[in-house]
């Protein structure tokens, strides 16, 4: 990866969108060269798909839930756990986490009768001693791309080898 690359990929996450157009537009990078390169970044899997965002709120997703989840300790039961974690309905986001807590779930819900239905789902793993779930009331912040969280030399100097 190079500056290029690292302006592409801060484009797509300016823009919230992956055209071509739009990106040579922003980075002044000819077209060819963002196709050719956009191409190449999802081949190493940096870019890892063309979907859109959805705002979850306004799709009918409209209750964040912040669950902390406690485990049984294993051989590879953060892994274990984790993938019957990621497989309830409702979980959108799985973190095994260092600390006092073993994981951390982000669920976006429709309905107090979800959240219900997302605790029994817990309640139904036997690696799980116990779980603390927090609604969101309000969203501050939700970036969907931390790439937009730097302005571009930060990413340079923190992600491009030096090489003065």
Known sequence: MDE???????????LESGS?????????????????????????????NDIFDVDFEK????LTLIT??????GSEYHKEVGDKLGE????????????DTDFVLISHLASRGMVEDL????????????TSSTFVITTIKDEPNPLND???EELKDALLPDVS
């Not at 902390?68 to 300790?73: D, F, H, K, T």
């Not at 605790?119 to 116990?130: A, L, V």
């Open 20 to 48: 071509p157009d739009r990106i040579t537009e922003e980075t002044g990078i000819p077209k060819s060269t963002v196709h050719y390169r956009l191409e190449r970044l999802q081949e190493q899997g940096i870019i890892k």
């Open 150 to 152: 730097y302005e571009l």
């Open 59 to 62: 799709a009918g997703l409209n």
């Open 119 to 130: 605790i029994s789902e817990f309640e139904e793993i036997d690696e799980i001693s116990r």
């Open 4 to 14: 290029k690359d690292l302006r592409i990929l801060k484009a797509i996450g300016t």
């Open 68 to 73: 902390e989840v406690w485990a049984e300790y």
């Open 88 to 99: 309830v309905p409702g979980v959108n986001q799985v973190y095994f986490t260092l600390g």
